[in-house]
């Protein structure tokens, strides 16, 4: 397994292009330095009334494949 951690902060009004077809995936810097590609319905458990703000790890598999995405 691959892990990953960085922060995000979109605003409620700029999450709101996901709903309207604008954003497919979100690109991230890990604190690595690493740049990902994240599916933007993968952040929906973590959307507020405020947008989502916070720390983040992803975990990946041996073959690339999203297993795990939580907010610390």
Same mark, same amino acid.
């Given at each position: 397994?691959?892990?990953?951690?960085?922060?995000?902060?979109?605003?409620?009004?700029?999450?709101?292009?996901?709903?309207? +077809?604008?954003?497919? =995936? @979100?690109?991230? %810097?890990? &604190?690595? +330095?690493?740049?990902? =590609? @994240?599916?933007? %319905?993968? &952040?929906?458990?973590?959307?507020?009334?405020?947008?989502?703000?916070?720390?983040?790890?992803?975990?990946?598999?041996?073959?690339?494949?999203?297993?795990?995405?939580?907010?610390?």
């Amino acid at each position: 397994m691959i892990k990953y951690r960085f922060s995000l902060n979109i605003s409620a009004d700029d999450w709101q292009v996901f709903y309207q +077809g604008g954003i497919r =995936s @979100i690109i991230v %810097r890990a &604190f690595n +330095g690493l740049k990902l =590609s @994240i599916p933007a %319905r993968n &952040f929906i458990p973590y959307v507020g009334f405020t947008g989502i703000q916070g720390t983040f790890e992803i975990t990946f598999n041996e073959q690339r494949k999203i297993v795990r995405l939580q907010k610390l």
